[in-house]
DNA sequence: TCTGGGGTCCTAGGACCC
DNA sequence: TCTGGGGTCCTAGGACCC
């Protein structure tokens, strides 16, 4: 008698692979003398400190710290900091991703950084599931330079929690699979861990949590879904039950359509005038309908908004919305944008020195299955689509705006401050790296 | 110049209408 | 004229994540 091969489920094992201060470690690929010296990589406009090294991390600098805080202590210990380079990461992602997808083909790519990948079906090639971990590390660091850590367990909850550990404790050597530990280890790692590094719960859970004793991962895990769910929703229920190794999150290889897109900036400094703020909605909306149309999707609303500078509490404060239904779902940027900016002429009050504008999409549609108007003119609508087609097309070709409506015009006084961005050494001729 | 990110989802509550 | 429920639309803001 055979047995049916597949018949049995298998248990749930992920691996969560995330490249260890990921930002930091791409511009120190390129640039080997930052090996060691403390460095952060700064957000849009110079702003944040959203990737810090691990000497920075050591100086008790916390993540999206404003650089300008940061003065006294960079003068004190000589930390450098980088703008960001989006492009070089971006690239320097797509290569570790290719190399993970040669691992398992059932991969979810979570983030720029982060990788789930679902190992049950192909741990049987490795003699134990750590060998598998060591073996992604060292391909990833041999054949980009960039440092991962690999966690593993029976549910991406405890993959998440397990690569947090396998970071931040050294007898793992950068690989952690909870699955592979003894009832006693598991209870020791997840007693000495703190309840705020569980995957969905923040700053405020935390607190609330702690308040009611639960101080550990392990006291969550320990506590009743009944209690759970009553306080604090399906969602920590539902965690909970990941932590005790039942799965409730798929993989989600298909990333699922996002039901809102924002597209919204900082200006590099104070704007005030009308016609500024147009060509940055404008530009705004541009990225967001080439967002929109990238997953084949179609918008019914729009929202625009703008916003004085929250931090000077003496100026003038005004930070507007205004949401604007289409008659008609669409993609099309011409149409969007006039929308927007018919939108912002109507919240807009001269006066005010803005700091931020942005646009939202939403009612978010599948373009395949638009709703059609009873008076749509089918010629146009491919005219449209045309259009749209030929201008994503040659803005991927030639990069960034080598098309684009006359309304974000090509005045960029507003634009973000990017002061000290590395070269983009990948994804431009110009700039690759010289070896001498 | 005088510094403070960006994105997604979700919900409370006000305005308005029936 | 007064009262109330319930729905929809919109705005504001919370929470989380990287």
Redo the contacts with the bound molecule.
Sequence with gaps: MGVAIGAVPRAAHFALVDVNN?YVSCERVFQPRLERVPLVVL??????A?ARSSEVKALGVK??T????L?DLAVQHGIQALSSNYTLYGDMSERVVSILRDFSPDIEV?????SFLRIDAVLHLYPHSLAMGEAMRSRIRQWTGLPVCVGMGASKTLA?LANHLAKKHAVFNGVCDLNALTDPELEHWLSITEVGE?????????LRLQAMGIQTVWDLRSTSQKILRTHF?VVMERTCSELNGISCLELEEVV?A?????????FG??VTSREELEESVATHMA?ACE?LRAQSSVAA?I?V?VRT?R??PSEPQY???????LAEACDDTLVLTDAALTGLGRIFKAGYRY??A?V?LSSISEKAQQQRGLFDDRALDHKSADLMKVMDALNTRFGKKTVHSAAMGNTTGWA??SENRSPHYTTCWDELPFVR
């Design positions: 990921f957000s849009n406009n110079d702003g944040c959203v993540m999206a404003p650089w300008f805080l003065k979570y983030s720029i950084d982060e998440k569980v995957w969905g719960v923040g700053r405020q859970i935390s929703g699922p996002k039901q809102q897109i924002i597209a919204s900036r900082s400094r104070a990225r967002k609303m929202q908004f500078n931090f000077k930070s507007p919305s205004i949401a604007i239904r700091k931020k942005g939202v973000m401050r």
